[in-house]
């Protein structure tokens, strides 16, 4: 049975790094002397997986094809289809992760390897080259089109939407895989876009988790998708979120950027827009010692005060926090960090946020 589930696992680790750091990435694959097929897209194989690698070359360099046609763009890119000795001589990203670097989309050469692929009741080569399409869509947007935030669900929706784009446009064979809705039993522990900004990017979040926010996400990109062809949506991305104006934006200014893109996303939102999930930590009054033997954890500090704020942690310099940012501090279960305020704060056992609003 075909499940929506495809489309929900499009996941990646979404490295998009440097062009110093990308140009060494595909070094990296090329130094590994691996057979190379030219084409539109350039694949780069390990032998085992040639069949796998010469149909996921023709399937990204139809959609490569189309993305370039859309935007009016010439973007080189290179697709690495790589078994797992090669990709971990090829990079430190955890096998079988897809990931986008710039210019470089890598895929495993089995994405059966890829945990919870059983329950997916997927087929292994429609998610490689379907999230291949989404991968390639980071590296159009973020490298190309200038189209960056700091709220990392922006980040995540919009090559998304690229994906969705050119399914609904020219791939009417995999709208089979679009996406249903999640039963409620199957919640996952964080389901807010406010947990996913605080804690992306870390090992806290996992896969399964992470994997119900892109299918979300993919939803909400099909929402999109029908309201608008992929040029239209790409000029109103560039003014909505300018690379070159990275601040982090409030939920409700990132929600009215999008309205204007495309009228009633909010409403789309559901479990989405509610308060983050991870659990909170209230200011306290200082005393006593503080732990530094506790397992290593995560405090987020969210400084919602008018005014800029300190955070001091033993042993290393006080962190400036300005109004209305926020940081990710690693720390250990049990450790006290002391605010500008004159109170502190205590690390528990999972990832904790702590809000501060009282200036
Ligand atoms: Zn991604």
Redesign the pocket.
């Known amino acids: 049975m075909i499940r929506v589930a495809v489309l929900s696992a499009i996941v990646?680790a979404?490295a998009i790094l440097s062009f110093g750091q990308a140009e060494n990435a595909l070094a990296r694959v090329r130094a590994l002397n691996l057979p190379i097929l030219d084409g539109g897209v350039t694949v780069i194989y390990s032998p085992s997986a040639k069949a796998r690698a010469q149909r996921y070359q023709a399937a990204l360099e139809a959609a490569h094809k189309w993305y370039e046609a859309q935007l009016g763009v010439s973007v080189p890119v290179t697709l690495a289809v790589l078994d797992k000795p090669d990709w971990e001589r090829a990079t430190s990203v955890p096998y079988p992760m897809p990931n986008?670097k710039t210019g470089l989309v890598t895929v495993p050469s089995r994405m059966e390897d890829f945990p919870g692929f059983a329950d997916m009741q997927a087929d292994a080569d429609i998610l490689a080259e379907t999230i291949s399409f989404?991968?390639m869509g980071?590296i159009f947007a973020d490298d190309y089109e200038g189209i960056r935030s700091r709220n990392s669900w922006v980040n995540?929706l919009v090559?998304n939407i690229f994906a969705q784009e050119y399914i609904c446009a020219r791939q009417p064979g995999l709208k089979a895989f679009m996406p249903r809705p999640v039963p409620d039993a199957l919640l996952p522990r964080y389901t807010s876009l406010a947990d996913f900004d605080y804690l992306t990017g870390v090992q806290s979040v996992p896969f399964s988790n992470y994997a119900w926010f892109q299918f979300h996400l993919n939803r909400l990109a099909f929402f999109v998708a029908q309201k608008r062809g992929l040029p239209q949506v790409v000029e109103q991305l560039k003014l909505a979120f300018p690379a070159a104006q990275g601040g982090y934006l409030p939920s409700e200014e990132v929600l009215r950027r999008m309205e204007t893109i495309a009228p009633g996303f909010t409403a789309e939102l559901g479990l989405l827009s509610g308060p983050a999930t991870i659990t909170r930590v209230d200011e306290s009054i200082c005393s006593g010692a503080t732990a530094s033997e506790g397992a290593p954890t995560l405090l987020v500090v969210d400084n919602r005060t008018s005014r800029e704020m300190t955070v001091s942690q033993d042993g290393k310099s006080p962190i400036r926090l300005a109004a209305g940012r926020w940081r990710r501090l690693n720390v250990r279960v049990g450790e006290k960090l002391k605010l500008s305020s004159g109170s502190c704060l205590v690390a528990s056992g999972e990832p904790t946020l702590a809000v501060i609003e009282k200036p």
Do not use: I, L, M, V
Request: proline share 12%.
């Open positions: 990646c979404c986008a989404h991968e980071h995540e090559p």
